[in-house]
């Protein structure tokens, strides 16, 4: 058979978990790890963050928007999704994670925004003409309250909510993890470290991400970047990152030392078929690459231009990075059989349901979102600083 | 206190946006799952009516014995003695149900006995198995085996 080394039983030759559910732990990372970023300003009062603030969560919520969808184009009855609401099954991790992730997008994401934004909201209800102003009419709920003490109780409720915030997303993201780790006849996948490492690898991607949406939207308003902002989310990616990376390494360690009878082929397949995307891309560019690169801004002072370069560079190195992580996962993964004794391989389809150019549409559309929501709440609040 | 009722009114709203989209949610709920869901397991009892309906695609070998006697006595008399008929020639339910109209097309050989006999690590060491191109160098399978008896 074609791509077939060694013995694969019959159901192992073709993948079943594709280049989409790659995406799918990609970007419910991208979601924690911005909505992460954004609590620090919140409940650890890191000011200097605060540019970056609402930027985060309308990054997270584009991106969480989409996060169901390639679950759903790889499935193929997008309409039955529902049915795991109307009648979930307990022992489905796959159906819990259904709840747990509307109730992240209701409970947490969409009221922290709509807290944050009433002021904003209010004001264009009543300063904008047409259709706009029925749909900010809409997004008061019908209350038009900005006195100061009602100002007030929202901080005060959405510092509550950013609380629960937190855990809820390292929820969403640990059960990403989850739903690997506990895939028990799979020694790839099967490591109670796996939400861990699935978290801080998320939170990673999600500030690399927040940074570059930070410096485009910047260049694109010609607004002055804040470097102080940038130094702080760049400190914060380096710390996570180099989380991430002990952590993944201590599974490497692990995993080498104990060696048990996977080990011989899980090995092979890391030298082999995996060398590119897991060694080359994963470690050497997307990993050490930026480690190296953020631990060079942290010692040495640069110009704010080199600084910035610098930090685009790591960030844009660390997204294809993680992106290579969850591949190797996800991919990885399936490409040994459970005898050990043979390897096959994923040829990546093009202009098929599951195929490269869904895949790019997918990673596309956060983005579409992101413009729209950016659009509909403007996140930027220099006018303020400027004015207080 | 009033004032503070006053003050935080504004958070009732999106409470009761939520409330209201629960609410919805079990309406639906409640109107589109199914009578009995669950009687048996975690499903719909209806469906296994339309399971039933699907038309079977395997006859089962009985149905081919009862016909093919020449077949069935080669066969029992060889080493495929236990290899089921519709192993080989796929599903013919269709063909057992009506065999003037529904002709079986014949195995390609060329594929069908290395399926089951390429030589593999992972399999018993007793069973019968060859490298293929070594050992019929191109040559279709049933030039030198009878494939209802193989035996030469």
Redesign the interface.
């Known amino acids: 058979m074609s791509g077939v080394e060694g013995f694969m039983y019959p159901n192992e030759v073709e993948l079943q978990w594709s280049l989409l559910i790659v995406l799918y732990p990609y970007i419910t990372g991208l979601v924690a790890g911005a909505f992460i970023l954004a609590s620090l300003e919140r409940v650890f009062k890191v000011e200097a963050v605060k540019p970056t603030y609402r930027l985060a969560l309308l990054t997270a919520l584009a991106f969480l928007l989409v996060a169901p969808l390639p679950l759903q184009l790889h499935l193929g009855h997008p309409e039955r999704s529902f049915e795991m609401y109307l009648t979930p099954h307990r022992s489905s991790a796959m159906a819990m994670f259904g709840f747990v992730y509307l109730w992240y997008l209701t409970v947490v994401l969409l009221l922290e925004i709509w807290l944050e934004y009433r002021p904003d909201i209010v004001r264009f209800a009543q300063t904008r003409t047409g259709v706009t102003r029925w749909i900010y009419k809409a997004l008061t709920l019908g209350s038009e309250n900005l006195s100061p003490s009602s100002l007030r109780i929202d901080d005060r409720v959405g510092y509550v909510v950013t609380v629960i915030g937190i855990p809820s997303a390292f929820l969403l993201h640990g059960y990403v993890g989850f739903i690997f780790g506990s895939v028990k006849a799979n020694p790839w996948w099967s490591t109670p470290l796996m939400p861990v490492v699935f978290l801080f690898s998320a939170m990673t991607s999600g500030i690399a991400a927040v940074l570059v949406l930070y410096v485009i939207s910047m260049k694109l308003r010609k607004t002055p970047i804040d470097m102080r902002c940038l130094d702080t989310v760049a400190k914060y990616l380096f710390y996570t990152f180099v989380i991430d990376f002990s952590l993944e390494m201590l599974d490497l360690v692990q995993r080498t030392y104990e060696a048990d009878e996977s080990f011989r082929s899980l090995d092979f397949m890391v030298h082999t078929r995996l060398w590119l995307s897991q060694v080359v891309i994963q470690i050497f560019l997307g990993t050490l690459g930026p480690l190296a690169v953020l631990a060079v801004t942290q010692l040495r002072t640069f110009s704010e231009t080199l600084r910035r370069r610098l930090y685009i560079t790591a960030s844009l190195l660390t997204l294809v990075g993680i992106f290579a992580m969850r591949w190797n996962v996800v991919i990885g993964g399936q490409l040994f059989s459970k005898s050990f004794l043979g390897y096959t391989t994923y040829k990546v389809q093009f202009a098929a349901r599951e195929g490269l150019l869904p895949a790019i549409a997918l990673m596309i559309l956060p983005f579409v979102l992101f413009y729209a929501l950016v659009k509909l709440l403007p996140p930027w609040q220099e006018h303020k600083a400027t004015e207080a | 206190m009033n004032?503070?009722l006053?003050?935080?009114?504004?958070?009732a709203?999106?409470a009761l946006?939520?409330v209201a989209?629960l609410a919805v949610?079990l309406v639906?709920?409640g109107a589109?799952?199914p009578k009995n869901?669950?009687k048996y397991g975690?499903y719909r009892p209806a469906a296994l009516d339309l399971i039933r309906q699907h038309p079977a695609a395997f006859a089962g070998q009985d149905q081919c014995l009862a016909c093919h006697d020449e077949q069935a006595k080669t066969r029992a008399s060889g080493k495929h003695a236990h290899v089921a008929c519709e192993a080989c020639h796929g599903p013919q339910a269709p063909h057992a149900a009506d065999f003037v109209n529904v002709k079986p097309a014949l195995p390609d050989v060329a594929a069908l006995c290395a399926r089951c006999h390429e030589n593999?690590?992972?399999k018993p060491k007793n069973f019968p198995q060859v490298v293929t191109a070594e050992h019929s160098g191109g040559v279709v399978c049933n030039t030198c085996h009878q494939p209802h008896n193989p035996h030469l």
Do not use: E, K, N
């Open positions: 004032r503070f006053r003050d935080s009114g504004h958070l709203r999106p946006v939520l989209g949610f639906v709920r589109v799952i869901f669950g975690h593999d690590a992972a």
